[in-house]
Structure formats: C-alpha cells, structure tokens
C-alpha cells in the first residue's frame, strides 16, 4: 500500500493526533506503536473503518469542540444527529480547497457569482461557496433557490458571470419559468455544480447536466465532491476527467463494500478517506463514506495535474437495489432515461418489508401514449443495465409531492430521486393513483 502516492509522515501525524479522542484506541483493538507499525509496514487499510453511525453513538469520545467557527451537519442517521463543529483552522483548509473550484473556472477579483446552494441548516458547501467567493474577491449574490423573481433580478441587474447550484434544482428552475427564464445571453457563463453528481463513470455530462447546460447556455461546468464530515475531497478541472483529490488535505481509498479489501485496480469501490490536517473537530481515520466511486486512478492527467483521481460518484451503499438478484445503482438508471423524449419526471421507489424488497420507476410523461413512453423507457434500460425495474405511470404532481415530503425531512438541498416507502399502505396509495 505504501507506493509514492501513500503520505507515510502525514498519515502517522493524523493518526497519532486521532489517538487522543478515547473512541479509536477501542476501535483499533492495538496499542497506538501497533497502529503507527501497520502504517510503516504499509498495512494502514487493516485499521478497522469507521462510519457515520459510530460518530452518532460515540459522539462524546470522537468529538472536539476546539477552537470551533462554525458547526455542520450530515444526515442519514437515527439517534444523535451527526452535528460537528469546524475548527478554525480547519474552515480554512476547506475554503482553500473550495475556493480551487472557482479558480478553476477563471475566477478573479471583481467577478460576480449567483450563490444557490443554501446557507441555511448546518449545510456545508453553500457557506464554504460563499466565503470562497470572498477569499478570491468575487462578489457574491446568495439567493434561495424558491425565490425565482429575486433570482431573476440577480441576473437581469447584475449580469453574474459564474453560478453555483445544484443541477437538478437549477434544471427545474428554468423549466418552472419556461418561457419567462432569462435569456441565454443574459444568464451566467460558468457552473459550480454540486450536492449532486453532473458526469458519469466515463466522464461524460448525464442527461441533466447537459440539459442545464443548454438551457442556461453555459460555457462550461465543474462539479466538486466531499461530505459534511470531511469537507472537499475534490474536483474537476476543465480537462474533465474526474475530481482531483485534495491529496495534501485527504487521503482517499477505494474498498469493495462487501469484504472491507481494497477495491480492484480500475473497480468500482466504496470511498474511504483519511484526513490530513489537524486540529479537527472530527480527526477521520479511514472514514468510509457510504459513497460508491467509479474507480481511481493515479496516472497524470491531461490538464499537467499528477494528483490522484477518483471517478464519478455513482451511488451510496445504502442505495444499492437489488432487481432480480443483482445489484443496480439509482444514479445508473437515470442516467439512461432521462434524456429520453416525452419523459417530465421519474422517481424510484422502494418497497422492503422482512422479507424482501420490491424496486419501483414511477414515470410522469408529457405526452398522452404513455404505454408507448413506458416502452421508451424500457428499451434505454436495456441498453444500459442488465435489469431494471417494473415501471408506473403516475401523475407528475404525485412524484412531486413525494418529493416534497422528503425533502421537508432534511435541509432541503438535496432533490431525491429515491424514497423509501412503507408497506402496504403506500402501494395501495400509489395503485388509486397510477395512470397505468
């Protein structure tokens, strides 16, 4: 494990620091030299994981307050809410590693930047985007996604140059307004995407991203990657092939989920990240993320980089689907059908009970054949996936809404596009309300 890649002197710092907080000297089962020794013999990936429920239930023994600035959090949990406060010193290695986002575009002072990530609810990126902005001497312009006639004013009297959103809100924002969205030559030129994937496991825009871009006429995007409790993990550059890790910051690993080994060379895996800097309010030792990446590669890129690169984030563990025995990612299913013509929304739902789990796409076309939609659909599944879900036609208000009682549950960043459902009461709902 240890090749030029491995940070051998920073890893062992980190782990000493780590020794401190009392949750990791049980967790590791060894004494801190035994720890330090595996590291040097190049066997860090045989110290145990640690995941987001183990923060939840060891908060006390995991976690500092410090010098703390701000305070973050990450959902997904029940019990303790996976609240954690950013050190001082530590918001700063984030905004630094944020800010090469912007920098990347062609950010400079006197810039101008439509702000839509929110600011609000212990959500992580949008204040990292906004003090970014200030660190680089952009100007920015935070605006609520819902408030579309201040968005519109934002762009008509003050022509922005960049934007940072979420595609798939920022998809619905143009289509909402239809024809009284801002013309193409009016809106801004260059994309921060993020809290949602833009390009898939080839490194080619998905059928959202790309329709944002044509609808917002867009220059060029860029997407960015990390968690609430890590922060940046990485990046695009224009080059778009993949995120550059922050190797100076993070140390990343790709594992198979399954077994805990490392994943294959070129393999999907689930990703795993060290942290680097200290002090932290939570020091990450071999966090794993839930997040399944496309793969890693460590070969230079085009752009000139040698930094390592990890591929498009194309599901969470916790999301895998099981159809007809195999494993199926929501991400990949999308990807194959939303850019098939007539098609206004989709949604997957998911049904489990003791026994089993049922897999649903709930479809909403603008279009009246919707048999011949649904039959659409099947075909780009096919030649895309080896098996796909049974699909539903339903009315476009009822994904909707589904949608809106998610998102009330959480901050209200994130659009799912997948939901679990309770049996039976919810299928017999979706039956009364199917359109086929």
Same mark, same amino acid.
């Given at each position: 494990m240890n090749g030029n890649n491995f940070p051998t002197i920073k890893i062992l710092n980190?782990?000493?620091e780590a020794w401190s907080r009392s949750f990791y000297? %049980?967790?590791?089962? /060894?004494? #801190?030299?035994d720890a330090l020794s595996l590291i040097k013999k190049g066997r860090f990936n045989e110290l145990p994981v640690i995941r987001k429920t183990d923060i939840s239930k060891n908060w006390s023994e995991? #976690? @500092?307050y410090g010098d703390f600035t701000d305070v973050v959090s990450s959902s997904g949990t029940t019990g303790r809410p996976v609240d954690l406060p950013v050190h001082r010193l530590q918001e700063a290695v984030w905004i630094e590693s944020v800010s090469k986002v912007l920098i990347e575009l062609g950010a400079k002072p006197g810039d101008k930047l439509?702000?839509?990530?929110?600011?609000? %609810?212990? &959500?992580?990126?949008?204040p990292l985007v906004w003090q970014a902005a200030k660190k680089l001497g952009v100007g920015p312009f935070r605006c609520s996604p819902q408030r579309i006639k201040r968005i519109v004013d934002v762009i008509h009297y003050h022509r922005p140059k960049f934007v940072a959103g979420n595609p798939v809100v920022m998809m619905n924002l143009s289509?909402?307004?239809?024809? @009284? &969205?801002? %013309? $193409?030559s009016d809106l801004p030129d260059y994309a921060y995407f993020g809290a949602c994937g833009s390009f898939d496991s080839s490194n080619k825009l998905t059928p959202v991203a790309q329709k944002v871009k044509e609808l917002w006429g867009l220059k060029d995007v860029l997407n960015e990657y990390g968690c609430s409790e890590i922060g940046s #993990?990485?990046?695009? /550059?224009l080059s778009h092939s993949g995120f550059h890790i922050n190797d100076e910051?993070?140390?990343? @690993?790709? #594992?198979?989920?399954?077994?805990?080994?490392? $994943?294959?060379a070129g393999s999907t895996g689930e990703v795993v990240v060290t942290s680097l800097s200290v002090p932290r309010g939570f020091i990450a030792v071999r966090y794993a993320t839930g997040d399944i990446a496309s793969w890693i590669d460590y070969e230079p890129c085009s752009c000139g980089r040698r930094t390592p690169r990890l591929g498009a984030i194309i599901g969470r563990v916790d999301h895998q689907l099981k159809i007809l025995g195999q494993t199926v990612f929501p991400d990949l299913i999308f990807d194959a059908i939303d850019s098939v013509n007539g098609l206004e929304d989709a949604l997957i739902v998911r049904f489990s009970d003791k026994k089993s789990e049922q897999v649903e796409l709930l479809v $909403?076309?603008?279009?009246? %054949?919707s048999e011949a939609l649904k039959l659409e659909i099947k075909c780009a599944l096919e030649k895309s996936i080896a098996v796909s879900p049974s699909i539903r036609n339903v009315p476009a208000d009822l994904i909707q809404k589904l949608k809106d009682d998610k998102m009330s549950m959480g901050n209200g960043v994130k659009v799912p596009r997948l939901i679990d459902l309770d049996e039976p009461s919810s299928r017999a709902f979706l039956n009364e309300r199917a359109v086929s």
């Open positions: 980190t782990v000493n000297r %049980d967790h590791w089962g /060894c004494s #801190i030299n995991l #976690i @500092e439509l702000q839509m990530l929110s600011n609000n %609810d212990m &959500f992580t990126l949008g289509e909402t307004m239809g024809d @009284e &969205f801002p %013309d $193409a #993990i990485g990046h695009e /550059c910051v993070v140390y990343v @690993e790709l #594992i198979d989920p399954n077994t805990g080994l490392p $994943a294959k $909403a076309g603008n279009t009246h %054949d």
